[in-house]
């Protein structure tokens, strides 16, 4: 049987199919107190990433990049721990519920969720529109919070998905209010690949728009991640102005114009932002 994929997100894999193993860096093989079983583990349950809907044990050796004996055995204990369910027909497995604990202890751990979903909820209220909260991570941004909109759903958008920092305004919008260095590290390490045809991939031109964020306030991004697609961000910040996380308002093209969502969603969108800023004041992450 051939894996069946889901439509909706690009595969975070390396161009022959398998995703990095950070186990096999030779800086991490020579660190005494790297878990290497540890890694691999982890790597098998990220094989899972991308949408696949379910492998076989040969694919996620090849996606895990580890040999056919250690992924039968870390699935095997997988099975048995509840993350993974084996189809005992077809031989083949799917990530199980139990998965989204770790989502839920993350949230909850956090003070970030807990203050921001009421002013998130107002907001969607008072725009109708679609609102978001995207950490940052590294290259990537991560949506921990999202409130969809009734009129416009994106099926593919949830929580837990990993968006190009450079090319998302929460991405924009936390990478404008970083020390200049810190940001430029994450551009230096970033794959500027298009995902629409009105994505900005020149990185001078990126640059620009983040200090034209910087200077606005907020980031808007036009059809750069998904076509029809207009988002605008705000950063969340700390007590010494640095950006703990971003909210984002992200709405149809058919429904708004950029100049529209400047002048009218602009304003909410930071507005939100300071509400949630003022209320985390005294909270740093690690």
């Not at 950070?22 to 005494?32: G, N």
């Not at 044990?57 to 997988?78: D, F, N, P, Y």
């Not at 839920?104 to 921001?116: F, R």
């Not at 940001?183 to 970033?190: N, S, Y």
Request: aromatic share 6%; proline share 6%.
């Amino acid at each position: 049987m051939t894996s069946r994929r889901r439509v909706g997100a690009p595969d975070p894999v390396e161009k022959n199919g398998a995703p990095k193993n950070v186990s096999q860096t030779p800086a991490l093989r020579e660190d005494p107190q790297f878990i290497a079983s540890l890694a691999k583990g982890l790597g098998v349950l990220t094989a899972f990433g991308g949408g696949w809907d379910s492998l076989g044990l040969r694919e996620i050796a090849v996606r895990s990049g580890i040999s056919m004996g250690a992924a039968q055995r870390i699935t095997h204990t997988l099975v048995h721990l509840g993350y993974l369910r084996k189809d005992e027909r077809t031989r083949r497995y799917r990530l199980r519920a139990r998965m989204l604990d770790f989502a839920y202890h993350y949230l909850h751990a956090s003070p970030l969720y807990e203050v921001a979903i009421p002013f998130v909820a107002s907001a969607r209220d008072e725009c109708r529109e679609t609102v978001n909260v995207a950490e940052l991570d590294g290259p990537e941004v991560v949506a921990v919070i999202r409130m969809p909109s009734q009129r416009y759903m994106n099926p593919t958008s949830t929580i837990g998905r990993r968006l190009p920092t450079f090319c998302t305004a929460g991405g924009r919008a936390q990478l404008a209010w970083l020390p200049p260095e810190e940001a430029a590290a994450i551009l230096d390490c970033t794959e500027f690949r298009a995902r629409t045809p009105h994505t900005i991939i020149d990185r001078g031109e990126v640059e620009q728009r983040l200090a034209a964020a910087r200077h606005d306030g907020f980031a808007l991004v036009y059809e750069e991640v998904n076509l029809g697609e207009i988002a605008l961000a705000a950063p969340i910040l700390d007590g010494s102005g640095r950006p703990l996380a971003a909210v984002g308002i992200s709405t149809s093209t058919a429904d708004w114009t950029a100049e529209n969502a400047r002048e009218r969603l602009a304003p909410v969108v930071m507005q939100t932002a300071r509400l949630i800023s003022r209320s985390l004041q005294g909270w740093k992450p690690f």
